[in-house]
C-alpha cells in the first residue's frame, strides 16, 4: 500500500525542466533557495524572491496582464509558467510601444537606441511589432542617411562601432514583412555606412575596430589602464561578426533589389572579413574565439569568452559545423547561465562585468538550437526563465554570482530581455526562421519540454498563422498546411502559399537528439592586472607581486617571450613590454599597460595660441586650458581643417604616430563629440587618428590618440593632420580638439 502511495505520488509529481546548482525549473514553478516563482495562472506570475536592501529598485513580487493581448500570438502549452512568461513578454512588449510608435529602451530609460532596438527587432519585434520597429530603426538615421551610433565610451563613433547591427534588424524586417519599399528605403542607408566605416574604422589587417557591442563602460570589460583612444585601436570579436553579418545582409539586399555587382561585391568582402574573424580570434585551446585584441602600438589576444559574439557566429554561419559543435561545448556555463564574458574582473562591481542579460542568453539560446546542443538549450532557456520568474519582470541583468538584481545599473521592462523571452518560444519551440521568400520551420524542442503546444495568431504578411507542434526532438517528420503534407523533408513554405488563416501542423520526429557536452564552470575570477615599470635606467622590467599567481608571461612586442616566477625582467631590445599574470588554475590576467624602450620624438604643433577661438566647442572651459607643452597648442575643427607639420626623418624605419590632444567637449561615457582626423603623409592618407572626450570642461586633460604605425622614408617630409568628408562624428556638429604635440616612436 505504502509502495503504491509513492508510486502515485511520484506519477503526479512534476517534471523537473532545468536542475542547476543555482535553481530548479519543476513544472511550473521556479526555486532558488528559499524562494520560488510560479505561475498561478497565464496571466499572474507570483514571485517570494527578496532583494538587497536599500537597492534604489524595488523588487516585483507580482505580475498581472494588464494590457488587451489579443491581437498578439496566444500560446497553448502544458507548462503553465513558460506559457505565463510568454505572456509577460507580450505585455511589457506592449508598455513598450510609445505614443509615436517607437520602442522605449526599458521602463527606467525613454528613447529608442540603436543597438538595443536593433538586436530586440532581430529577436522577435521584426515579427510581432512590424511598424513599431520600421519607425524605431529610422530614428536612428542622421541627417546625411547614416545609421547612427547613439552610445559608446569616449564619445560614440568610432570608438564604439557596432551601429551596423542597424543592418541586421533592417534585413530581419524585411524578411517578415516582404515590403520592397522598405528595402528600396534601408539599403542605401546600409551602403553609406559601410562605406563610412569602411574609410575611417578598418585596422590595417583589415579587422573592425572599436568596442564590444554594446559593452559601452570602458572599466567593465576592459584594463583600467586602458583610455578610449585605446579601445578605438582595439578590434573586438562580436562587432567583426556584426559588420561581417551586415556586409553578408548588404550582398542580399542588392542581389533582391537586382544589383548584381554591388551583391557579388558586397559578398566578396563578408567573405574576407568572415575569413579575418576566424583567422585572428578562434583559439583552439579555448574552442571558442577570444573577445578582443588589445594594447597600443601591438596588439595581443584576450583570451576571455564572450557569449553574444560566439552565439552571432553560429547564427550568421561565420563559424564552421565544426567550430559551432565545439562552441556550445566549451563556452562556459554559470550555474546561473552563460556569463556576457567569462573569467570575470575582480575588481569591478556587477553590469557588463560578472553579470548576465537575458537578451545575450536568449541569442545563446538561439546558437544551441543551431548547433543541435539540446541540453544547452534548456539550461539557455532556464537562464532566462528563471529571473523572468523570480522577479515577475523582464529585467536588463543579474549578478553572476548569486542570481540577483543588484548591479550598477539596472531596469525592469527591459525591450532587448522581453524580445529574447518572446523569441525562445517564437524561434527555438515553434521553429519559426523569416526567409526573404518565405518561412523555413524547425523547431527544437528539448524531451523534458516534450508536448503539442499551439501558438495561434501570429501576423505575416498577408496571412494570420495558427501553428501547432506535437512531439520532441530537432527532425520535422511531418508539416501539413491547412491539412495539406508537404513534401516529405520539406520545412520551407513559400509566402506566396501563405494568406488568409493558415493552420500548420507540425509533428516532430520524437528524435533522441545526440548528445553534447555542456561546459558547466562556477563562476570564476580573473587575476588582478600587474602594474609594471621600468627600473634601472630601463634594463629591467618589474611589477608588483599578484596574488594566487603561479606565474608570469613576458611579452614583447604583444608576444609571448618568456615566463617566469619572479617580479622582475632582464631587458635590452627596443619596444613595448607588458606582463601578464597566470593563476594557479591558469586563468590569466589582462596584460599591463604597454611599457615603450626606444627612441622618441616630441614634436611641436606648428602655428599655436594659448586661447580657444572655436564656435564648435560645446563645453566652455571651467578651467583655464593648461598642461600643454612650449608655448601653446593647436586648435582643429570644421573651420580649420588642416594642421600641417614638417617632419624630417634621418634614420628610415618603422615609426608609429599620435598626437597629444585635449577634448573637453563631453563626458567620458557619453555623448558623440569625438574628434576623428586623417593623418597623411606626402599626399598619402595613412591612418586615422580618434580624439576621443576626455570629461567636461576637462581642456587642461592631455592624453594620446590611437597611434598609426608607417613606414617612414630618410628625408624631408610632410605630415598634415585633416578633417576628410568621411571623418565626421555622429554629433555633426562638434569635431574639435585642441592639439599639442606629434609623437614618433620607433620600432
Known sequence: MITSLILAAAAVSPQVIVAT????????????????????????????????????????????????????????????????VFNMGLDEMVNAVEPDTTLRTGKEWAGVWTRDVSYSIILSMAALQPEASMISLMKKVNPEGQIIQDTGSGGAWPISTDRMVWALAAWE?????????????????????????????????????????????????????????????????????????????????????????????????????????????????????????????????????????????????????????????????????????????????????????????????????????EQGVLEAIGAVVRPAALFATNKENFNLDNGDYYTELNSSNMLWSLSGNLALTMKILFGINFEPDGIRFTPFVPKTLADTRSLDGVKYRNATLDITVSGYGSQVKEITLNGKKLKAGDTFIPATKLKGNCKIAITMADNDIPAMQVNRRPNLKAPLTPIARFEDNASALAWNPIEYIAKYVVLHNGEPVDTVRTTRYEISEPGEWQVIGVATDGTPSFASEPLYLGNYDTIQIPGEGTAMTSEEISYRAATPVAGYLGEGFAETDHNKRVIEIPVEITTPGTYSLSLRYANGNGPVNTENKAAIRAITLDGHKIGTVVLPQRGVANWDDWGFSNSVTTQLPEGKHTLRIELLEEDENMNLKTNHALIDALILRSY
Open 173 to 373: 524586417i524585411y524578411k517578415v514583412t516582404g515590403d520592397r519599399k522598405w528595402l528600396e528605403k534601408v539599403y542605401p542607408i546600409v551602403v553609406r555606412s559601410i562605406a563610412k566605416d569602411r574609410e575611417t574604422v578598418m585596422s590595417p589587417r583589415g579587422l573592425v575596430k572599436g568596442e564590444t557591442s554594446f559593452l559601452d563602460w570602458r572599466e567593465q570589460s576592459y584594463p583600467r589602464w586602458m583610455q578610449t583612444a585605446d579601445i578605438a585601436q582595439s578590434e573586438a570579436m562580436n562587432t567583426n561578426m556584426v559588420h561581417a553579418a551586415a556586409l553578408d545582409i548588404a550582398s542580399q539586399m542588392a542581389r533582391t533589389l537586382g544589383k548584381k555587382k554591388e551583391a557579388e561585391a558586397f559578398g566578396k568582402e563578408a567573405h574576407e572579413l568572415s575569413k579575418k574573424i576566424n583567422d585572428t580570434f578562434w583559439c583552439d585551446t579555448m574552442g571558442d574565439y577570444a573577445m578582443y585584441t588589445y594594447g597600443r602600438d601591438n596588439l595581443t589576444l584576450n583570451p576571455r569568452y564572450e557569449t553574444l559574439g560566439s552565439s552571432l557566429s553560429i547564427l550568421y554561419d561565420i563559424a564552421t559545423l565544426e567550430q559551432a559543435a565545439s562552441i556550445v561545448q566549451c563556452h562556459p556555463v554559470t550555474p546561473f547561465g552563460s556569463a556576457i564574458f567569462y573569467p570575470q574582473i575582480a575588481d569591478m562591481p556587477s553590469y557588463h562585468n560578472n553579470a548576465l542579460w537575458p537578451f545575450v542568453g536568449s541569442y545563446w539560446a538561439l546558437a544551441n538550437a543551431k548547433a543541435g546542443n
Open 21 to 84: 546548482d543555482a535553481y530548479t525549473w519543476r513544472g511550473d514553478t521556479v526555486v532558488q533557495g528559499p524562494f520560488k516563482a510560479w505561475a498561478v495562472s497565464p496571466e499572474k506570475i507570483q514571485s517570494t524572491y527578496h532583494g538587497r536592501p536599500g537597492f534604489f529598485m524595488p523588487v516585483e513580487q507580482t505580475w498581472q496582464r494588464k494590457n488587451d493581448l489579443s491581437s498578439y500570438p496566444r500560446l497553448s502549452t502544458s507548462n503553465g509558467l513558460l506559457k505565463a
